[in-house]
């Protein structure tokens, strides 16, 4: 996978992860462990789960868009999250078990500002 450069993004980004689920247990129980041991290999600290949500109902939203489950991930900078996406380990190990967990992604690169 090759992303964009994101040099114009500074600080930690939050990663929203919408989420259509093929086998839900096979993504929490397989692909997120799997994930981990690849932040571990590539030394990538500071990334961690800061909401992991059912979606329970579409309010605002097209009548046919529904998602099981959104997952927002703190990264300590949008640098790492490329790092961590384009390597090889995570394209290895954890790639695999995310396709085979979900039927859906939409991923958004968002950073936090001050109300």
Same mark, same amino acid.
């Given at each position: ?46 990334? =961690?789960?800061?909401?992991? @949500?059912? $979606? ?5 939203? !097209? ?5 099981? #489950?959104? +997952? ?9 999250? =490329?790092?961590?996406?384009? @390597?090889? $380990? ?5 790639? !695999? ?5 979900? #039927?859906? +992604? ?10």
């Amino acid at each position: 996978m090759k992303l964009p450069d994101f040099e114009n993004v500074q600080g930690p980004v939050l990663m929203l992860n919408m989420l259509k689920f093929k086998d839900r247990a096979h993504y929490f129980d397989v692909y997120l462990p799997a994930f981990q041991k690849v932040t571990e290999q590539l030394g990538i600290a500071g990334v =961690k789960p800061r909401l992991v @949500s059912n $979606v329970v109902a579409n309010i605002l939203a !097209p009548e046919n868009e529904t998602w099981d #489950a959104i +997952l927002l991930v703190e990264y300590p900078s949008a640098q790492a999250f =490329k790092t961590i996406a384009e @390597s090889e $380990v995570y394209q290895e190990l954890a790639n !695999p078990h995310r396709l085979d967990a979900t #039927a859906e +992604l939409h991923l958004y690169m968002t950073t936090p500002f001050e109300l």
